[in-house]
């Protein structure tokens, strides 16, 4: 995100715009790709609420976050897209708010990949993540990321 500094992510995050809603969608290689038609969208309230259950020490991906989401709206899945987004915007509502932070850092993308669009960047999550006793490993030689080792280990239950 851009300009991080002159939004305010609280209010972006309790901006349910209609959420949570299904949309059916039509496309047939989007069908294929998702395994089903009904696509969930939960509001950003929501994934806070999911990311602020993380214990210490446990870890979860935004995968496994829309799988849960898709569960409980009884849908084929959840748009990746606002995952993301949502993900995002509560990690930088977190950051603005004094009280009642949430450990945004112990969500991971696909395959324990470190974000970089958090508060700080991969620096910063990864110090939060060794603080909390886990490993963090690179990957590549030239497109360098960052990941938790043996996250699987490690990935919460919802």
């Given at each position: ?29 989007s069908i294929e790709k ?125």
């Amino acid at each position: 995100m851009a300009n991080e500094q002159n939004k305010d992510f609280n209010a972006m995050m309790r901006d349910a715009k209609g959420m949570p809603k299904i949309q059916i969608i039509t496309d047939p290689k989007s069908i294929e790709k998702y395994g089903g038609d009904r696509m969930y969208f939960a509001p950003p309230l929501e994934y806070d609420r999911v990311m602020k259950s993380i214990p210490i020490g446990k870890v979860i991906t935004i995968g496994k976050i829309r799988e849960y989401f898709a569960r409980l709206g009884n849908a084929d899945f959840t748009d990746p897209l606002t995952a993301g987004i949502f993900v995002s915007i509560v990690a930088w509502a977190s950051e603005q708010r004094q009280e009642d932070k949430t450990p945004y850092w112990r969500t991971l993308k696909a395959d324990g990949e470190l974000n970089p669009k958090y508060p700080g960047g991969i620096q910063a999550q990864k110090e939060k993540l060794e603080a909390e006793g886990h490993i963090i490993i690179q990957r590549g030689r030239t497109n360098i990321r960052y990941y938790v080792e043996s996250f699987e280990n490690t990935l919460y239950s919802l």
